[in-house]
């Protein structure tokens, strides 16, 4: 994988079958009690895709996300990534094996700074145990200094700097979105799963994060699967969209075919002219 000017080492120094990061979506259902929530979803993601999913609220795709995830199993159907089942396994699993995201609802520790909520994303990676870790050894500053390395390339990425030490509660909302999306990107995941990262962001605040997210994917080849209702965003960034309604696919395709698609527009989208 070429390095661009800027990249973190843990893209420039990774190579693209190392990265590999295929998923199936194949029959899904999800019920809670007598409520549907996914009916016979499908949806592939190849490696170096960026992939939106929309639908109107309650559509189902957060809790398609959670299922891809680990936060739900699903009754039915398969979620395989690299060819590997996931569906029954748990968040912290999922994680292991190359998944990351952000949430709809902010995950973060308000009371500590931008540095340390990223920093605890790497004990992941951390090899050493308790007894290392209390006597500080040369290994574990060897280690230690490997993960501040990828910390800090990603808070220079990310235009962080400023507030690195900051606690994350005195930040404003749009940025803590942005340091939320730097704490998946420390897990080095093969797959960035987002959900809503533009929600409750200014305008400038939503250029950033575009301007973020197409360096990742375009520049560094990060797979992602973007869940998001600014239809404005999602049309400018997504080589595919996929359409959920009432826990349906009821289209997926290329922006241009979606927003001209017409059920998608009854359901969801309303006056294409906006577009």
């Known amino acids: ?14 190579q693209p079958e190392k990265r590999q990061a295929e998923l199936e979506v194949k029959k899904v259902f999800l019920n809670f009690g007598g409520v549907m929530a996914l ?16 639908g109107p609220n309650g559509a189902g795709k957060t809790s398609l996300m959670n299922c891809i995830t680990g936060y ?15 569906a029954g396994l748990h968040p912290h699993e999922v994680t292991k094996k190359g998944i990351g995201r952000t949430y709809q609802n902010i995950e973060l520790f308000p009371g500590i700074t931008v540095l340390a909520n990223m920093l605890l994303a790497r004990h992941l990676y951390c090899s050493y145990g308790i007894g290392k870790a209390s006597i500080f050894s040369s290994s574990v ?39 939320e999306l730097g704490r998946a990107l420390a897990l080095e995941p093969k797959l960035l799963v987002l959900d809503e990262p533009f929600a409750g ?4 605040e939503k250029e950033d994060m575009v301007r ?13 699967i973007l869940v ?18 009432f826990g349906e696919k009821i289209a997926e395709g290329t922006p241009e075919v979606i927003q001209n698609h017409p059920e998608v ?5 309303g006056d294409t002219t906006k577009f």
């Open 1 to 14: 994988m070429k390095a661009f000017r800027g990249t973190p080492s843990i893209y420039a120094s990774t």
């Open 265 to 269: 527009v009854k359901a969801y989208l």
């Open 72 to 86: 739900y199993h699903p009754q039915k159907g398969q979620i395989l990534f690299n060819g590997e089942e996931v």
């Open 39 to 54: 009916h016979d979803v499908d949806l592939t993601v190849h490696t170096g895709e960026l992939v939106s999913v929309i």
């Open 228 to 245: 998001e209702h600014d239809m404005s965003v999602v049309m400018s960034v997504s080589q595919r969209i996929m359409v959920l309604n």
């Open 201 to 204: 962001m200014t305008l400038e």
């Open 141 to 179: 500053r060897k280690e230690e200094v490997r993960h501040r390395q990828v910390l800090e390339e990603l808070i220079d990425f990310l235009e962080m700097q400023s507030i690195r030490k900051k606690p994350v509660g005195s930040l404003p909302y749009g940025m803590r979105k942005r340091v």
């Open 212 to 224: 973020f997210l197409l360096e990742l994917n375009t520049a560094w080849g990060q797979t992602i």
